[in-house]
T-cell receptor, first 110, second 114 residues
Framework: QKEVEQDPGPLSVPEGAIVSLNCTYS??????FMWYRQYSRKGPELLMY????GNKEDGRFTAQVDKSSKYISLFIRDSQPSDSATYLC??????????FGQGTELSVKP | GAGVSQSPSNKVTEKGKDVELRCDPI?????LYWYRQSLGQGLEFLIY????????KSGLPSDRFSAERTGGSVSTLTIQRTQQEDSAVYLC????????????FGPGTRLLVL
């Protein structure tokens, strides 16, 4: 079993929809949870991160962590075609190495 | 400022040949990470450097894979006797330090082994 699991999709939504992306993890020691966005043929870029349980909001994006259920979520409000990308959840392991989910490919149709 | 750069962008090689992949981290970043991204496996950690030392090589798939970093800057990942299963995108990231620091990724090297 992978330490971080993520449904690879693909996920296709119409412009303006609310998008929900989810991951589960198995390592109780994980404290920091990241969401990376990766456009086609580019490297991943950090979108946002949260520490421990709770919510964090940044514009149209909200990251949510529920440590009791080991569940990580990213919500995108008023989705735009420019949000079309692969979204990767991740957490830090020893030494700072990132453990990634498989990534969910999102397509927002105009 | 300049981000993480990697070269070559694309590499096609024949099975059994050796390849070298290069990573130039952001200036001043002491930590450097190599990851591999392949279909079905997602993004997997290979090795990281703190300065020129590699405290964790646990992700290297076999002894055909090696990496070094010189001058606390440029790193090369070498794959000897390449196999078709080595085909993937090899990503490099750098950060100010190890631990909980933002990692900045390069665009990757797309390796295809025929």
């Amino acid at each position: 079993q992978k330490e971080v699991e993520q449904d690879p999709g693909p996920l296709s939504v119409p412009e303006g929809a609310i998008v929900s992306l989810n991951c589960t993890y198995s390592n109780s020691a994980f404290q920091y949870f990241m969401w990376y966005r990766q456009y086609s043929r580019k490297g991943p870029e950090l979108l946002m991160y949260t520490y421990s349980s709770g919510n964090k909001e940044d514009g149209r994006f909200t990251a949510q962590v529920d440590k009791s259920s080991k569940y990580i979520s990213l919500f995108i409000r008023d989705s735009q075609p420019s949000d079309s990308a692969t979204y990767l959840c991740a957490s830090y392991n020893q030494g700072g190495k990132l453990i990634f989910g498989q990534g969910t490919e999102l397509s927002v149709k105009p | 400022g300049a981000g993480v750069s990697q070269s070559p962008s694309n590499k096609v090689t024949e099975k059994g040949k050796d390849v070298e992949l290069r990573c130039d981290p952001i200036s001043g970043h002491t930590a450097l990470y190599w990851y591999r991204q392949s279909l079905g496996q997602g993004l997997e950690f290979l090795i990281y450097f703190q300065g020129n030392s590699a405290p964790d090589k646990s992700g290297l798939p076999s002894d055909r894979f090696s990496a070094e970093r010189t001058g606390g800057s440029v790193s090369t990942l070498t794959i000897q006797r390449t196999q078709q299963e080595d085909s993937a995108v090899y990503l490099c990231a750098s950060s100010l330090g190890t631990g909980v620091e933002t990692q900045y990724f390069g665009p990757g090297t797309r390796l295809l082994v025929l």
